[in-house]
C-alpha cells in the first residue's frame, strides 16, 4: 500500500459521502428530531459507532472547532433537513485532516519532501523499486527485531537460570563466606549484566552491517530513477550512479595489480569480524575466542557441526556459508593467476634475465644456420645464450627451430615474442645487457627490409640503460649502408647480404674453388680468424712472427698506433709495437699460443713470374638488383677483352636505363664488352639460341622479379640449371674439339679446378640459391658445381657478431680492391719431386708478398686450411694447389 494514502475511513461510517436512500431517508427523520430538540446536538459523535482506536483528542478539539464555526452568526443556517448529513460529511473531512499528521510522524521528515517531489511524477518504475526497497527494509528490520527477541528472551531465560542457580548455592553458602566474597560475587553479577548488553550491541551492529550495502545500493537506484524521470534531465545522457560505481569497480579491478587479491582479503577480514561480532552476541565466550571461532568457520565450512542452540547454529551456519563463497573466489584468482601465467609463458611475454647472451632481432629463413654457427662458436665456452625475438608466436618459433635438426652444443635458445621496435620488448629481452644484438633482414623487399632495420637500429640506440654489446645489422641493398651507420654510429657493423653473395659468385666464377675455401673460413667448424694481443711479440719482425704459431696462420696486425686499424697482408719487415694485435685463421680462440722459432729453410722460388690473365666469357642468367655493381667488379677483375653476356628478360633499353640509374657508365668499361640477349632463362628455346658450350663460366642468378619469395627464385634458378645442363650434354659429343693454348700456371691442365669444368669443356656453373634446403639437395645431386647460399652471409653474421673487428677484413677480402684469396699452383713455390715442410712453403710464398694459408692435394676433395703438421715435410705434387692471401692481380 503506498505511504502518500491516506488510511481508509472506519467501516460505520462508509456511507457518509456517498449516502444510500434508506440512509437520506433515516437521516431526515433525525434531522426533524435534532431540530425539535436542539440539545442532542452535541451528542452527535457517538461513540457505539466510531472506534475508540480513531478518536484522538486533536479530532475532539476540531469536532468542537467544526460546532463553534456552523453556528457563527456570519455563516448563513444550513437547511435542517439536512444538518444530519452535513455535520457527518464535515465530521468525515475533519477525520481526514487530523488523520494525516499521525502518518507524517510514522514517517520520517525527509519523506515529507520526497512525497512532495513524487506528487509530480507518473507512478511508474521508481515507485515499484521503492516500495520494494521499503518492504525489503521492513522484512529485513523484521527478521532482525524477531532474531533480537528471540535471542534476548533466550539470553533472559537463561540468565534467570543461572541466577536462581547462584541464589541457591549463595543461599547454601552465605554462612561460609565472608563480606567481601559477597560485595564480588555483587561485583560479578553487573559485569555479566554489561557482559549482556555489550552481547546484544554486537548482534546488532553485525545485522545492522549486513543490511547497510542493500540499503546504499537501493538508494543508488532511487536516486538514478529521480534523476532520469527529472524534467531538467530528460534530455541528458547522464549514466546512472549503479553504472558509475560498477565502472569505477571494474577500472580499480582491471588497473591495480593487486586488487582482487586485496578486495578478497578485505571481504575475509570482514566476515571474520562480523561473524565474530554475532558469535559474541550468541554464546558466552569472549571477543578473542569469538573471532578465533570465526576464522575456523571460514577456513573450514565443516566446524560448524558442533554447535549448539539455535543461535550459535544460525550465525555458524552464515559465516561457513560466507566462508564458501570466499574460497570459491580465492580459488578462481589463483587458477586465474596460474592459467595467466602459463599462457605469458606460452606467448613468450615474460622478461628474460641473462646478461652476455647473443640477441638476434627478426626471423628469416637464415635463422638455422645463423643458430648453428653460435652454438659452434660458443661451444668451448660451455654453452651461451642466444635470445630470439621476432613477431611470431613463440611456440611456433620453438617448433620451428626445433624442425632445423640442428645440434646447439649446449647453447639453450630462449624464443620470445614481440616487436623490435618498441622499446618495452627490447627490455623485456635484457637488450643492454647482451654482448651482440643482430638485426636479421625480412624476407620480401629490400626497400622495406631496410627501412625497418633502420628503424630497429634507431629504437636501440634509444635505449636509456645503454648498450653492452655492437649491433650487427643485415642488409639488403648496398645503398643504405651509409644511412644505417649515420644513424648507428659506432656501434654498428653492417653485412650486405645481397652484396656478399654477388662478389663471392664472382670471384667463385673465376676461381671456382674458393666457394668451399670459404665455407671453411667463415664456418666454426674449422678454422676462422681471431684477432688477440700477445706481449711476447713485441719487437718481432712480422716475418717471424709468421712461424710462431704451430696451431695458427698469422694473417695480418692490429695496429695500436692507427686507432686499431687492421693490416692484412703487412711487410715482412713490421715490428710489431706495444699494444698491436696478431689477426690468425686458428681453429678456436683457445687453441694456439706463440713459441719458440723453429729453424725453417728458406730456399728460393722456382722463377719469379706472373700468371698472365687471358680473355674470359661469363654468362649471367637472371637480373639482380645490383647488377651495375656485379659488372663493375667483374670489369676490375677480367682481363681485356673478357665479354659478358647478360640473358634475362628485361628489354635491353629498360637494362640501360636501370645500369645508368644505378651509376655505372658501359662507356667506360675497360676489360669487358656487354652483349645483351633477351629471353626467359626458363624455356628451353630461349636457352638454346645461346651457344651454352663456349662460356667459360655461367651464373645463374636469383632474379629481381621473384626474389620476395626464395621458394620461387630457387625453383626457377634450379629449372634453369637442369635446362643448360641438359642443353650442354646433348650439344658437348658433337662438338669440335677446342685446343687452347694454356699458359703455365693455369686451371685447365688436369687440376682440379679443371675437373670442376667436367673434364669436357663444360662450363663451371655457379648458382645462387637463397633458401639453404635447397642448396643441400643440390649439393647432394651434383648437378651444380658450386651453389652459394644464404647460409654464407649467415656464417659472416655469426662471425662479425662474435668479433666486430672481423668485419673490417672480410670487407676488404669482399672488395674489387686490396687482398683477396688465390688459388695458385704448386709449381710456383716449388721444384718438382721437392720436399717441403709447410713453414718452408710460407716463407717462399712471403717472397711474392704472398701469405700461404692451406692447400689442397690433387687426390683429395676438399682444401685443408691451417693444417697441423706445419714442420713435416713432404713431397709434394705439381697438381697440387695452395690457398694464399694476396693484392688484386
Not at 555483587?186 to 542493500?214: C, G, H, I, W
Not at 652484396?499 to 671456382?512: E, H, K, N, S, Y
Request: with cysteine.
Amino acid at each position: 500500500m503506498p505511504l502518500d494514502s491516506d488510511p481508509p475511513a472506519p467501516s460505520t461510517h462508509r456511507n457518509r459521502f456517498f449516502p444510500s436512500p434508506s440512509f437520506t431517508t433515516q437521516s431526515n427523520l433525525r434531522s426533524k428530531t435534532l431540530t425539535r430538540n436542539p440539545k442532542n446536538l452535541t451528542s452527535f459523535p457517538s461513540p457505539s459507532r466510531t472506534p475508540k482506536s480513531y478518536i484522538s483528542p486533536s479530532r475532539s478539539q476540531t469536532f468542537a472547532s467544526s460546532r463553534s464555526f456552523s453556528s457563527s452568526p456570519s455563516i448563513p443556517r444550513r437547511n435542517a433537513r439536512y444538518a444530519g448529513i452535513h455535520r457527518k460529511v464535515d465530521s468525515a473531512s475533519q477525520y481526514e485532516k487530523s488523520s494525516k499528521p499521525d502518518v507524517s510522524e510514522v514517517v520520517t521528515g525527509k519523506m515529507t519532501d520526497v512525497r512532495k517531489a513524487l506528487k509530480g511524477f507518473k507512478v511508474g518504475r521508481s515507485n515499484v523499486r521503492w516500495n520494494l526497497a521499503l518492504s525489503v527494509v521492513l522484512m529485513v528490520t523484521c527478521l532482525s527485531s524477531l532474531l533480537h527477541k528471540n535471542f534476548t528472551l533466550q539470553n533472559q531465560v537463561k540468565g534467570l537460570q543461572d541466577q536462581l542457580l547462584e541464589l541457591n548455592t549463595r543461599l547454601q553458602a552465605c554462612s561460609l563466606m565472608d563480606p567481601k566474597d559477597i560485595v564480588n560475587i555483587v561485583a560479578q553479577d553487573s559485569v555479566d549484566a554489561s557482559n549482556r548488553s555489550l552481547k546484544n550491541s554486537a548482534l546488532f551492529v553485525s545485522l545492522a552491517f549486513l543490511a547497510v550495502p542493500l540499503l546504499i545500493f537501493k538508494y543508488f537506484d532511487y536516486v538514478s530513477s529521480l534523476r532520469r524521470s527529472s524534467e531538467n534531465n530528460k534530455n541528458s545522457e547522464e549514466l546512472s550512479l549503479n553504472k558509475q560505481l560498477a565502472y569505477r569497480v571494474d577500472v580499480f579491478l582491471s588497473v591495480r595489480p593487486y586488487s582482487k587479491p586485496l578486495a578478497l582479503l578485505l571481504a575475509t577480514l570482514l566476515l571474520i569480524c562480523l561473524g565474530g561480532l554475532a558469535l559474541y552476541g550468541v554464546t558466552d565466550d569472549n571477543v578473542a575466542d569469538c573471532l578465533w571461532l570465526s576464522w575456523t568457520y571460514v577456513a573450514d565450512s565443516g566446524n560448524h557441526a558442533n554447535s549448539e542452540g539455535f543461535g550459535p547454529k544460525l550465525v555458524s551456519v552464515s559465516i561457513s556459508f560466507g566462508g564458501m563463497l570466499i574460497f570459491a573466489m580465492m580459488l578462481g584468482l589463483v587458477s586465474d593467476a596460474i592459467s595467466e601465467k602459463f599462457d605469458s609463458l606460452r606467448k613468450g611475454k615474460s622478461e628474460v634475465i641473462e646478461k652476455n647472451h647473443t640477441l638476434i632481432l627478426g626471423w628469416s629463413d637464415k635463422l638455422g644456420s645463423l643458430l648453428n654457427q653460435l652454438a659452434i662458436a660458443n661451444e668451448s665456452l660451455g654453452g651461451g645464450t642466444v635470445v630470439v625475438m621476432a613477431e611470431r608466436d613463440k611456440e611456433e618459433m620453438e617448433l620451428d627451430i626445433a624442425k632445423m635438426e640442428f645440434d646447439f652444443k649446449g647453447t639453450p635458445v630462449i624464443c620470445r615474442s614481440g616487436c623490435p621496435l618498441i622499446l618495452a620488448d627490447l627490455k623485456k629481452v635484457s637488450v643492454s645487457k647482451a654482448r651482440a644484438v643482430i638485426v636479421l633482414a625480412e624476407d620480401g623487399n629490400a626497400d622495406q627490409s631496410d627501412a625497418r632495420a633502420l628503424r630497429t637500429v634507431l629504437g636501440l640506440t634509444g635505449v636509456k640503460e645503454g648498450l653492452r654489446g655492437h649491433i650487427v645489422v643485415e642488409l639488403s641493398d648496398l645503398d643504405n649502408e651509409v644511412l644505417v651507420k649515420l644513424v648507428g654510429g659506432d656501434l654498428v657493423e653492417t653485412v650486405v647480404a645481397h652484396d656478399v653473395i654477388g662478389r663471392l659468385m664472382i670471384q667463385c666464377a673465376r676461381q671456382p674453388g674458393l666457394a668451399q675455401i670459404w665455407e671453411d673460413i667463415l664456418g666454426f667448424e674449422k678454422s676462422e680468424f681471431y684477432i688477440k694481443r700477445w706481449p711476447q711479440l713485441d719487437g718481432m719482425r712480422f716475418q717471424d712472427v709468421l712461424i710462431s704459431f704451430p696451431d695458427a696462420i698469422p694473417c695480418g696486425i692490429k695496429v695500436a698506433s692507427s686507432r686499431g686499424k687492421i693490416i692484412l697482408n703487412p711487410d715482412d719487415s713490421y715490428v710489431l709495437q706495444e699494444g698491436d694485435e696478431v689477426l690468425v685463421i686458428a681453429e678456436d680462440d683457445d687453441s694456439y699460443s706463440p713459441t719458440t722459432l723453429p729453424m725453417v729453410w728458406r730456399g728460393f722460388l722456382p722463377k719469379d713470374f706472373i700468371v698472365p690473365k687471358s680473355p674470359e666469357r661469363i654468362l649471367f642468367c637472371g637480373w639482380r638488383r645490383d647488377m651495375e655493381d656485379m659488372i663493375m667488379v667483374l670489369d676490375a677483375f677480367l682481363a681485356p677483352g673478357s665479354e659478358l653476356w647478360m640473358f634475362n628478360d628485361v628489354p635491353e633499353k629498360e637494362r640501360e636505363k636501370k645500369l645508368i640509374e644505378g651509376g655505372l657508365d658501359t662507356g667506360r668499361l675497360v676489360n669487358i664488352s656487354l652483349v645483351n640477349r633477351e629471353g626467359n632463362a626458363v624455356i628451353r628455346r630461349h636457352l638454346e639460341s645461346i651457344p651454352l658450350e663456349s662460356f667459360d663460366s655461367i651464373l645463374i642468378l636469383a632474379d629481381e622479379s621473384v626474389e620476395d619469395s626464395a621458394i620461387q627464385a630457387d625453383s626457377r634458378s634450379l629449372a634453369t640449371l637442369l635446362l643448360i645442363r641438359d642443353i650442354q650434354a646433348k650439344r658437348l659429343p658433337y662438338r669440335e674439339a677446342m685446343v687452347t693454348h694454356v699458359h703455365r700456371g693455369s686451371f685447365s691442365k688436369g687440376s682440379w679446378m679443371g675437373e670442376m669444368q667436367q673434364a669436357s669443356d663444360k662450363s663451371v656453373i655457379i648458382s645462387e640459391i637463397l633458401d639453404p634446403r635447397t642448396k643441400n639437395l643440390l649439393s647432394m645431386s651434383k648437378i651444380s658445381d658450386y651453389v652459394l647460399s644464404n647460409e654464407l652471409v649467415s656464417m659472416a653474421l655469426a662471425m662479425v657478431a662474435e668479433d666486430r673487428q672481423i668485419n673490417d677484413v672480410l670487407e676488404e677480402l669482399f672488395a674489387e680492391e686490396g687482398n683477396e684469396l688465390h688459388i695458385r699452383l704448386a709449381d710456383i713455390y716449388l721444384h718438382e719431386d721437392e720436399e717441403l715442410s709447410f713453414y718452408e712453403i710460407i716463407l717462399r710464398a712471403r717472397q711474392r708478398k704472398e701469405i700461404l694459408i692451406g692447400y689442397r692435394l690433387a687426390s683429395a676433395e676438399r682444401a685443408v686450411i691451417n693444417p697441423p703438421s706445419k714442420s713435416e715435410r713432404r713431397r709434394w705434387s705439381p697438381k697440387d694447389v695452395f690457398v694464399v692471401i694476396a693484392d688484386k692481380e
